[in-house]
């Protein structure tokens, strides 16, 4: 569809209720693939959606499913369950349910929706579904466990269906269970497939579940537009990378929300730790933490609470949905299956909200790694940058990615170089090189330790299990850690000595700025206190465009 010609979402013949929703959500147009889509899904036919991460996917199928169940609803009163939302994960179950929650904000009595992806007692459950929701949300296994349990029939009413995250259904080892699942629904119904890549397993997929389908390969960058979204790398090795990150955060260089990625669920609490002591608040996400644990930390992070997410997209060792589905269907064999994806980091998918930074601490181990981490921000219509920090050894993975974005962006050179006077911060070095340090591999594993024994305190299951043996309980409450890192509160300060003399208040002049370092405004400057001069001046950039601490000596130079 050609720029000029833009649909808009009032043209698209939707509801009243739904298009107040929608500006109620502040989104000006729909994106290409909801523009593409929504009028094909509203017409009925099946479709392969392919686009990239962060374009919109979720609206471009929940929008047409919940137009299609207020059409259904002005010709029949019959209330049943009309579609069924399939993802491989509770989290994005629950993404699911919030986008359809907010769609559905002036119609909400009209169209109900459920999500029975977690792990919750299935007798309350089946009392849920015997409400007959409009729509069903849930993982493959759970949905299965509910229809062989008798407890829900789709045999009859479903219209529409739609696999959400198709390229990870069967790597999440749900193949069979989506067949088996099939056989429980009409012989009629519209079908749906989303998917951020075409893959083989979606081929697959398509094959089993759609019919004629029209396949929307959307001929664009997996990635946002350089216009959209910014990368760039440094060279740095473990303790530089650590005393850079101090330095940017410390200066409010780097602002707004801010994902750091790690190699390993041990540096995720590493780095949380690290940062805690110069009052850095971060929460952590990684698979180690159960489902329910990782819902909240992305909730709190999405709702403002914490301003830095530290996320490490080492492989998941559990199953998507909290073991449930190997208990039911005891098959080792999809176990070792979902062990070898590459591709199921906990924050594959997820919708982080309004994230300006993505840091990649340590360099992701492949390709589709980085664009999964880069997908994080510039969601929507956003802008974002993704900050690389690269060692020697991880140089040839960095170099794999660059000459990966030159040809996706036709030969545009998208991977810039951030260059960074270490010299100039040379007290943050110093700083940051004891604290890194104090965190020890001991205080790593207790803080893991205590997040488990948090688990267990809070574990709703575990409430009759401690009544009845209140010593566990108390053993449990007293088993505080024993080697936690010492947190020294004059680290939160940043004292005069530490800035970069061109930041100082009896610093040097400035000399003179890089050609491409915005102007500087040298009169105003003078004026400020030093905090808030620095502050004023990092807001005055973009941080990872135009970082010049000593504009000479420290401005970002296109590789
Ligand atoms: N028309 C729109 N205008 C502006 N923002 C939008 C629009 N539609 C969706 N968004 C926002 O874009 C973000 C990404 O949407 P969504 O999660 O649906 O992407 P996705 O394509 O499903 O990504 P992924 O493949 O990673 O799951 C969300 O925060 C959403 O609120």
Redesign the pocket.
Known sequence: MSEDKKVM?HEMELDDRLLKA?SQ???????L??ETAIPLLLEGKDVLMR??????????FTIPVIQKILNLKNTSAHQCIRALILSPSKE?CG?ITS?VGHLTLKCAREVRCIDISSNGDMQIQKSLLADKPDIVVSTPSRVLAHLKANNVRLKEDIAMLVV??ADLVFSFGYENEIKELLEHLPKIYQAVL???TLSDDVLSLKKIVLRNPVTLKLEEPELAPSTQLQHYHLFAEEDDKAAILYALLKLNLIRGKTIIFVRTVDRCYKLKLYLEQFKIGSCVLNSELPAAVRCMSVEQFNRGRYQIIVASDEKALEEPDGGMMLEETGKKKQKSKRRKDKESGVS????F??VSNVINFDFPLDVTAYV?RA??TA????QGSVLSFVSIREKPLMNAVKEHLTKCFNGQKVLQKYSFALDEVEGFRYRSRDAWRAVTRVAVREARLSEIRRELLNCKRLQGYFEENPTDLAALKRDKALHTVRLQPQLAHVPEYLLPAALRTDGPEPEPAAPDAPPAKKKKQQNFGSVKRHKYQARQRDPLKSFAVKAASASPSKT
């Open positions: 979402f929608i959500l502040g989104w000006p147009h729909p994106t693939i909801q686009a990239r991460t962060g374009s919109g996917k979720t609206a471009a994005l993404q986008v959400d995250e989303a998917s951020a594959r998918g997820i919708d909200q309004h999964h997908g994080r969601r929507g219509t956003s």
